[in-house]
Nanobody, 120 residues
Protein backbone atom coordinates (compact mmCIF):
# COMPACT_ATOMS: atom_id res chain seq x y z
CA UNK A 1 0.00 0.00 0.00
CA UNK A 2 1.01 3.60 -0.63
CA UNK A 3 0.07 6.46 1.68
CA UNK A 4 0.55 10.10 0.72
CA UNK A 5 0.54 13.27 2.83
CA UNK A 6 0.68 16.74 1.26
CA UNK A 7 1.99 19.88 2.90
CA UNK A 8 3.09 23.40 1.98
CA UNK A 9 -0.20 24.99 0.98
CA UNK A 10 -1.28 28.39 2.20
CA UNK A 11 -2.22 31.93 1.27
CA UNK A 12 0.02 33.84 -1.12
CA UNK A 13 -0.27 37.02 -3.17
CA UNK A 14 -0.40 36.92 -6.95
CA UNK A 15 3.10 36.67 -8.38
CA UNK A 16 4.40 34.83 -5.33
CA UNK A 17 5.70 31.30 -4.92
CA UNK A 18 4.97 28.18 -2.92
CA UNK A 19 6.52 24.74 -2.79
CA UNK A 20 4.22 21.81 -2.10
CA UNK A 21 5.57 18.57 -0.69
CA UNK A 22 4.15 15.06 -0.74
CA UNK A 23 5.61 12.50 1.63
CA UNK A 24 5.01 8.90 0.58
CA UNK A 25 5.22 5.48 2.16
CA UNK A 26 5.54 2.17 0.36
CA UNK A 27 7.58 1.31 -2.77
CA UNK A 28 7.96 4.95 -3.75
CA UNK A 29 10.78 4.63 -6.28
CA UNK A 30 8.76 2.26 -8.49
CA UNK A 31 5.78 4.59 -8.82
CA UNK A 32 4.86 7.48 -11.01
CA UNK A 33 3.76 10.59 -9.11
CA UNK A 34 1.46 13.45 -10.00
CA UNK A 35 -0.17 16.61 -8.78
CA UNK A 36 -3.81 17.45 -9.45
CA UNK A 37 -5.90 20.36 -8.29
CA UNK A 38 -9.60 20.91 -7.72
CA UNK A 39 -11.53 24.13 -7.26
CA UNK A 40 -15.04 24.11 -5.73
CA UNK A 41 -17.63 22.82 -8.19
CA UNK A 42 -15.03 21.77 -10.74
CA UNK A 43 -13.47 18.49 -11.81
CA UNK A 44 -10.09 17.46 -10.53
CA UNK A 45 -7.56 18.86 -13.01
CA UNK A 46 -4.19 17.46 -14.03
CA UNK A 47 -1.26 19.72 -13.13
CA UNK A 48 1.97 17.75 -13.50
CA UNK A 49 3.40 14.25 -13.31
CA UNK A 50 6.70 12.41 -13.46
CA UNK A 51 7.53 8.76 -13.95
CA UNK A 52 9.97 6.62 -11.98
CA UNK A 53 12.83 7.74 -14.26
CA UNK A 54 12.14 11.44 -13.78
CA UNK A 55 10.46 12.18 -17.11
CA UNK A 56 7.98 15.01 -16.51
CA UNK A 57 4.66 16.12 -17.95
CA UNK A 58 3.17 19.53 -17.23
CA UNK A 59 -0.24 20.97 -18.05
CA UNK A 60 -0.30 23.88 -20.50
CA UNK A 61 -2.00 26.06 -17.89
CA UNK A 62 1.05 25.93 -15.60
CA UNK A 63 3.87 25.23 -18.05
CA UNK A 64 6.80 27.55 -17.43
CA UNK A 65 5.58 28.39 -13.92
CA UNK A 66 5.35 25.04 -12.09
CA UNK A 67 8.01 22.36 -11.79
CA UNK A 68 7.56 18.82 -10.47
CA UNK A 69 10.46 16.88 -8.99
CA UNK A 70 11.12 13.90 -6.75
CA UNK A 71 13.67 12.86 -4.16
CA UNK A 72 13.67 9.09 -3.81
CA UNK A 73 15.98 9.20 -0.80
CA UNK A 74 13.33 11.21 1.06
CA UNK A 75 10.34 9.39 -0.46
CA UNK A 76 8.97 12.77 -1.51
CA UNK A 77 7.65 14.59 -4.53
CA UNK A 78 7.51 18.37 -4.85
CA UNK A 79 5.65 20.99 -6.82
CA UNK A 80 7.46 24.31 -7.09
CA UNK A 81 4.90 26.96 -8.01
CA UNK A 82 6.12 30.34 -9.22
CA UNK A 83 4.33 33.38 -10.63
CA UNK A 84 1.11 32.28 -8.97
CA UNK A 85 -2.20 33.59 -10.27
CA UNK A 86 -5.62 33.78 -8.61
CA UNK A 87 -6.86 31.07 -10.99
CA UNK A 88 -4.34 28.69 -9.42
CA UNK A 89 -6.46 28.71 -6.25
CA UNK A 90 -7.54 25.13 -5.50
CA UNK A 91 -6.99 22.15 -3.28
CA UNK A 92 -3.85 20.43 -4.54
CA UNK A 93 -3.63 16.64 -4.35
CA UNK A 94 -0.71 14.27 -4.67
CA UNK A 95 -1.34 10.99 -6.51
CA UNK A 96 0.62 7.81 -7.15
CA UNK A 97 0.33 4.80 -9.45
CA UNK A 98 2.48 2.48 -11.54
CA UNK A 99 1.45 4.27 -14.75
CA UNK A 100 0.91 7.93 -15.59
CA UNK A 101 -2.65 8.88 -16.51
CA UNK A 102 -3.97 12.30 -17.48
CA UNK A 103 -7.41 11.33 -16.12
CA UNK A 104 -7.57 11.79 -12.34
CA UNK A 105 -10.10 8.98 -12.01
CA UNK A 106 -7.51 6.40 -13.06
CA UNK A 107 -4.98 7.05 -10.27
CA UNK A 108 -4.97 4.54 -7.44
CA UNK A 109 -3.45 6.38 -4.46
CA UNK A 110 -4.28 9.88 -3.21
CA UNK A 111 -3.37 12.22 -0.41
CA UNK A 112 -5.90 14.33 1.47
CA UNK A 113 -4.94 17.56 -0.28
CA UNK A 114 -3.56 20.94 0.72
CA UNK A 115 -5.27 24.28 0.09
CA UNK A 116 -3.55 26.90 -2.07
CA UNK A 117 -5.15 30.34 -2.15
CA UNK A 118 -3.76 33.11 -4.35
CA UNK A 119 -5.01 36.63 -3.70
CA UNK A 120 -5.07 39.37 -6.32
Amino acid sequence: QVQLVESGGGLVQAGGSLRLSCAASGPFSRYAMAWFRQAPGKDREFVAALDESGVTYVADSVNGRFTISRDNAKNSVYLQMNSLKPEDTAVYYCASDLIIYMDARRWRYWGQGTQVTVSS
